[in-house]
Structure formats: structure tokens, C-alpha cells
Nanobody, 115 residues
Framework: QVQLVESGGGLVQAGGSLKLSCATSVGIFGVQTMGWYRQAPGKQREWVATVTNDGSTNYADSVKGRCTISRDNAKIMVYLQMSSLKPEDTGVYYC?????????WGQGTQVTVSS
């Protein structure tokens, strides 16, 4: 069974920072991308950031300059460092992994940014 477990969410004031972590049970071999998505209340899930198997990173315009995604191949972990948080960053953040022909999701971790 493939397991993805997110952690690091919580309540933070606007302008603050959080670091999200995703621990996986998958082997690193065959992993194409690791990334983060988020879903705000009443909104559809949206892509936030991705790190590819060659180390390249991409970010949504809404978080560019405020977020850094990274991966640890030895630990099979993916992280999302967020700073200068805004109330519109509030939502459930999901870890995503694409491996071979499969796609995996975690259960999500709640991020709430207060003004």
C-alpha cells in the first residue's frame, strides 16, 4: 500500500510562515514528480508547486516568491516552505506523487491564515 502523510499545517497570522512535510512509503525509483496542491473552502483543488525528478521546481503565480518546494530522496520526503502567508493561502494542502503510471495523494493538512 502506498501511503502519503502530510504534516506541518496549522493556524498562523498573516505574514507568518509554515513548513509542510510529506512522508511517503513509495520507493524513490520511478518517481516523476512530487508536488503540492491546495483546496480552499468552496473552491476547486489547485496546483501549488512541483519538483521534478531532475530537481527542477515550478510554482503557481499565486505563491511564487513566497514558497520553496524541496525533496529529500534519501528520506523520500517532500517539503513546502511557505512565508509571507496571506489569508487567501488558507486551505487543505495535499501532497501528490506521480510514479510511473500512477498518481498518489495524501489525506491533506489544514493551513489557516488569519488576518
Amino acid at each position: 500500500q502506498v501511503q502519503l502523510v502530510e504534516s506541518g499545517g496549522g493556524l498562523v497570522q498573516a505574514g507568518g510562515s509554515l513548513k509542510l512535510s510529506c512522508a511517503t512509503s513509495v520507493g524513490i525509483f520511478g518517481v516523476q514528480t512530487m508536488g503540492w496542491y491546495r483546496q480552499a473552502p468552496g473552491k476547486q483543488r489547485e496546483w501549488v508547486a512541483t519538483v521534478t525528478n531532475d530537481g527542477s521546481t515550478n510554482y503557481a503565480d499565486s505563491v511564487k516568491g513566497r514558497c520553496t518546494i524541496s525533496r529529500d530522496n534519501a528520506k523520500i520526503m517532500v517539503y513546502l516552505q511557505m512565508s509571507s502567508l496571506k489569508p487567501e493561502d488558507t486551505g487543505v494542502y495535499y501532497c501528490n506523487i506521480r510514479r510511473w503510471a500512477s498518481e498518489y495523494w495524501g489525506q491533506g493538512t489544514q493551513v489557516t491564515v488569519s488576518s
